[in-house]
């Protein structure tokens, strides 16, 4: 297993710009918002929560398709699948290589992008633990989907129209703990369930997504 | 006995391909599938590597002993051939590499990065992959694309070892392996020839 | 004899030919009486005027939008424990009938809420979440669309119903979360108060009825096409390899 996250790490880094775009993405979606929305600083401060979630949510969805679409496309896949290495642990791992190289950079990039959307000062922190806490179910949801999509030709949009409902209520949650962090309000409840959902997802979904991927290889 | 079919059907894409086939493999043992395009020698290799179910029969096989290699050898361009190979390795928990690279003569590649070798370089290195996995049962489907004939002798030698320590091999190949002690399995008879069947339940076999 | 023997392609070609007109002609009767009866013979309401009426297509609409997601779930379920390939055809023939029933839930509700809210469209927990089944309808029917083998189709698109349930339902109480809303209770529950007054409700219920029938008439007919189409493919198949 630790093979598997450590070549998929060099591979991403190796090719360079793979997960450098999806950040790129956050960082221009933050910058053209203000430019649609207008300068005015209490109407971003407003919806930064929200357009910070959204942003890292369809910067996630960037790269998806590439969980498996590279290994099956070269034949990796049929070949880990006849490998000892369980299914599900290379779906998990797989799913863990994907958060290391978007999710986290994300998250760590994220309150740079506050700045320039005017997020109030005590919603620093608590974008930085939802995002921290939510950002693994998309890439635990999205390898699902990716799973369920890997023999198309045309996955990629597909992919998204299948993951993209899935992710309602991670942005719910997590929006809202940054809003509430921002305005002082109680967030425990939000923050708790964003992080069931994680639980949750990391827990069950590698067995959904290890079966798509067999039915899929057959 | 290192596997044992009885009455296997297989099936690709809601088809059945072949049918009663009945097969039995020894330790030290090779097997050479011959038949032409489209005659199933893919789907039945597929099918005892455990990516797809059969379509009726048995299959007596531990898939703990199974090495497939399939048209594609699973390299990634990125990665050196010593690195490439080291997955495997460390996949299956296997032997060090340096036998692998030392049998497909890739001694002089080590360092290049996979998506720079040759078809036929790629291929041998897809073949060594084979030598890492430590496992008894080689599964091969069409294992001499792209090689000259230095390299297609060269692989036969490996192959030779490989029974020689014991090892199986099932080869479906059009090429003549220069295996003599091979047994040579013509899946011609085993095509399916299509049984009527009346009404609504045709359509889900 | 078990109940399992319907799943058979055969006898469930065999029955559904006999039930079908029957569950035509039940619908229509139950549709056409609930319908005139409701918008012809019930009195306006004090407070929303005439523009209650709608009831009897909103509520009915609603109440199979998630029951046809529901026996799409069961259906598939069924597929992934006994394989019967019925079953898969039934999710699928399924989906298609329940996007519609969405559909008009969420138009009937927009029509409704203009007059009443002054709004087409708010945000309301309710009206989010049908939004939000809209989308998994949507996903669902795309990936059965997408994948050539039928087999295949069948089996992602199972675990795709399954694990979107889970979701949906999270969604749903996310959602309440999110937004308390202006949709009133549930119009009907067995809480007597609660309840709409008894002569908007004779009607509605025939109304449900109805909805339920025209859900079960278009599922046969629907499956019958799919199942027949399934042959075809088979037999093209035989004469590509004959």
């Not at chain 1, 809003?179 to 827990?203: C, K, N, Q």
């Not at chain 2, 097969?23 to 455990?50: C, D, F, H, I, V």
């Not at chain 3, 002569?199 to 509605?204: A, T």
Request: net charge positive.
């Amino acid at each position: 297993m630790r093979a598997l996250l450590l070549r998929d790490l060099r591979l991403a880094f190796r090719s360079g710009g793979g997960f450098g775009l999806g950040l790129a993405f956050f960082l221009i979606l933050a910058i053209l918002v203000p430019l649609g929305v207008g300068a005015e600083g209490t109407t971003l401060g407003r919806i930064a929560p929200g357009i910070l979630w959204v942003g890292a949510l369809l910067a996630c969805i960037l790269s998806l398709d590439r969980i498996f679409a590279l290994d099956h496309e070269d034949g990796s896949l049929d070949l880990l699948a006849t490998s000892p290495l369980p299914m599900e642990g290379a779906v998990a791992v797989k799913a863990l290589a994907h958060w290391l190289v978007t999710g986290l950079p994300l998250t760590l990039l994220a309150p740079g992008l506050g700045v320039l959307l005017n997020l109030a000062p005590a919603g620093y922190p608590w974008l930085v633990l939802s995002l921290l806490l939510g950002t693994p179910t998309l890439s635990m949801v999205g390898a699902f989907g990716a799973a369920l999509t890997v023999g198309l030709r045309r996955g990629g949009l597909l992919l998204s129209l299948l993951v993209l409902p899935l992710y309602v209520p991670t942005l719910i949650f997590g929006a809202e703990v940054v809003r509430r962090g921002a305005e002082g309000m109680a967030l425990a409840t939000p923050l708790a369930l964003l992080a069931a959902i994680s639980l949750g997802a990391a827990a069950l979904l590698p067995f959904a997504a290890a079966a798509a991927l067999r039915v899929n290889l057959r | 006995m290192v596997m044992t079919v009885r009455n296997l059907a297989v099936a690709r894409g809601g088809v059945t391909v072949l049918q009663g086939l009945d097969l039995a493999l020894s330790a030290g043992q090779a097997l050479t599938l011959r038949g032409p395009n489209g005659s199933g020698k893919t789907t039945l290799l597929r099918t005892l590597a455990g990516l797809q179910p059969a379509a009726a029969g048995e299959i007596d096989l531990n898939p703990e002993t199974v090495a497939y290699a399939a048209h594609a050898d699973g390299l990634k361009s990125t990665l050196t051939v010593a690195e490439n190979l080291a997955f495997w390795s460390a996949i299956y928990g296997g032997p060090s590499i340096d036998r692998a690279i030392a049998a497909m003569d890739l001694a002089k590649l080590t360092r290049r990065r996979a998506g720079e070798l040759s078809a036929g370089q790629k291929r041998r290195l897809g073949l060594a992959r084979l030598l890492v996995t430590g496992r008894p049962l080689w599964l091969l489907d069409e294992p001499t694309v792209s090689l000259d004939v230095a390299s297609v002798a060269l692989f036969a030698g490996v192959v030779r070892d490989h029974l020689a320590q014991g090892g199986a091999a099932i080869i479906a190949t059009h090429v003549d392996l220069g295996l003599p002690e091979a047994t040579i399995l013509d899946l011609d008879p085993f095509r399916t020839r299509i049984l009527a069947r009346d009404g609504f339940d045709e359509a889900f076999a | 004899m078990s109940i399992w023997e319907y799943a058979n392609p055969k006898k469930f070609m065999a029955t559904s030919a006999w039930a079908l007109p029957w569950a035509v002609g039940l619908t229509v009767v139950c549709l056409v009486v609930g319908l005139v009866w409701g918008f012809f013979f019930t009195p306006d309401d004090y407070k929303q005027g005439s523009t209650v009426k709608i009831i009897y297509l909103h509520v009915p609409a609603a109440m199979m939008a998630i029951n046809a997601w529901v026996m799409m779930l069961v259906a598939s379920l069924i597929w992934i424990v006994r394989r019967h390939h019925v079953s898969a055809l039934a999710a699928k023939a399924a989906a298609p009938v329940g996007l519609t029933f969405t559909l008009i839930a969420l138009v009937t509700g927009a029509l409704w809420g203009q007059p009443m809210w002054g709004t087409w469209w708010a945000w309301d927990p309710r009206l989010t979440s049908f939004l939000i089944l809209t989308l998994f309808y949507f996903g669902y029917m795309a990936l059965w669309s997408a994948i050539e083998n039928p087999d295949t189709a069948a089996d992602l698109t199972s675990i795709l119903c399954l694990v979107g349930s889970v979701f949906a339902l999270l969604s749903r109480y996310a959602v309440n979360f999110w937004n308390q809303g202006l949709h009133q209770g549930a119009s009907l529950s067995l809480d007597k108060e609660e309840n709409v007054s008894d002569v908007f409700w004779v009607p509605l219920l025939v109304c449900i009825a109805g909805f339920v029938l025209l859900f079960i008439t278009m599922v046969l007919l629907r499956t019958r096409t799919e199942i027949r189409s399934r042959r075809l493919q088979a037999l093209l198949a035989r004469e590509r390899v004959a």
